[in-house]
């Protein structure tokens, strides 16, 4: 029993964990928008959208496994 609920725990942690870096990555991301120079400014959005898919997804998988 408490074997599962330490897993359980361990779980959530690493997705709330992920979705964290992710959300830096975001930030870090918008900030490279404004800065690179206009050959480089389509590339950098193409990542900041995947960006924003993997936080979504990760925010919807730590909602998953939160206790209902």
Same mark, same amino acid.
């Given at each position: 029993?408490?074997?599962?609920?330490?897993?359980?725990?361990?779980?959530?942690?690493?997705?709330?964990?992920?979705? @964290?870096?992710? !959300?830096?990555? #975001? *930030?870090?991301?918008?900030?490279?928008?404004?800065?690179?120079?206009?050959?480089?400014?389509?590339?950098?959005? @193409?990542?900041? !959208?995947?960006? #924003? *898919?993997?936080?979504?997804?990760?925010?919807?998988?730590?909602?998953?496994?939160?206790?209902?």
């Amino acid at each position: 029993m408490a074997t599962n609920i330490t897993e359980d725990w361990e779980k959530r942690e690493t997705a709330t964990e992920l979705a @964290d870096i992710i !959300h830096v990555s #975001q *930030e870090m991301g918008q900030r490279l928008a404004l800065e690179v120079t206009p050959d480089l400014y389509g590339d950098v959005q @193409d990542l900041n !959208h995947l960006l #924003q *898919e993997a936080y979504f997804k990760a925010t919807s998988i730590r909602r998953k496994l939160e206790p209902q």
